[in-house]
């Protein structure tokens, strides 16, 4: 073999790890970044896509780490070569179960739906759903965030749980009270009722 063949070869064969640490390193970067996002609020509006970016990346990067691994474990025999693929399945893993939670939550029947009171400070629309969880909707200038939580009814008092919203409004309501057509929220704004 020519001494610059011979070279490449050399090269090559300890630049391979740092490829796969960098591979890894780029699924651990978009897996975090694509976890957020499925965990918190998201956007709808004009560039809503956007935020799949990162999931998107997630896939790409996974699928080329589980390409190379196989490669590497049709030299070596070793099963080890499989955990940057796994850490990248498990990821993807993670951002598909929330992704089809939230789905699941948006399918479900809205038993109750409230609003804010025209000319109220905060714009909110509270769904609550049959599955004691409800889908709150923020209305901002470029479009709309949904975020989600869960949400218990006794009689006419509802009692909000726990949530995702990091929106506008500093802290969202805790308990409040259905009366007629209103709901009375402990220090926050009176909602109408929309549907029932």
């Not at 956007?43 to 998107?56: A, M, R, T, W």
């Not at 993807?92 to 479900?108: A, E, L, Y």
């Amino acid at each position: 073999m020519p001494p610059h063949r011979q070279a490449v070869a050399v090269v090559r064969h300890y630049m391979r790890p740092y490829f796969r640490i960098a591979i890894g390193l780029i699924i651990i970067w978009f897996g975090i970044k694509a976890i957020k996002q499925a965990i918190g609020g998201y956007d709808l509006g004009l560039f809503h896509q956007f935020q799949y970016i990162p999931f998107g990346l997630l896939i790409i990067f996974t699928v080329a780490a589980l390409l190379l691994d196989t490669t590497y474990y049709k030299l070596h025999k070793k099963f080890y070569q499989f955990v940057t693929s796994f850490i990248g399945l498990t990821l993807c893993g993670i951002v598909t179960f929330k992704i089809i939670q939230r789905n699941s939550v948006d399918n479900s029947e809205t038993v109750l739906q409230v609003s804010n009171l025209p000319g109220a400070t905060n714009v909110l629309t509270f769904e609550f759903k049959t599955n004691n969880k409800f889908r709150l909707t923020e209305y901002d200038r470029l479009g709309q965030t949904v975020y989600y939580g869960k949400y218990d009814k006794l009689n006419d008092t509802l009692f909000i749980n726990d949530n995702n919203y990091n929106g506008y409004v500093k802290e969202l309501p805790k308990t409040g009270t259905i009366k007629a057509d209103t709901v009375y929220w402990t220090k926050f704004d009176t909602m109408l009722i929309d549907r029932k």
